[in-house]
């Protein structure tokens, strides 16, 4: 008797398959998990290469940042004089 109160109200599947934005969504959502699913098998097969293209995309980063810096630092003059 317990068994028939427990198998009652929503069982984890919708009625309606998704269509339209959630249709997109879920196919966007499943197309990133996939991807990230490689990468880090690619990243576990190797790990040195991995290590080097996170080491070389970080020091571009941050050059880019710091030349992006030095081009905005106020050079003396003054707007209003």
Known sequence: MAKDE????????PTDPPTG???VAKTATDAVSREAN??????????Y??????LTVGALAFAIGYFMG????????????
């Open 70 to 81: 030095q081009s905005s630092v106020d050079n003396g003059r003054s707007y209003w004089r």
């Open 6 to 13: 427990l198998s009652a109200g929503f069982t984890g599947t």
């Open 49 to 54: 290469t991995a290590a080097g293209l996170a």
């Open 21 to 23: 934005a959630r249709k």
């Open 38 to 47: 490689a990468v880090a098998v690619g990243a576990a097969d190797h790990p």
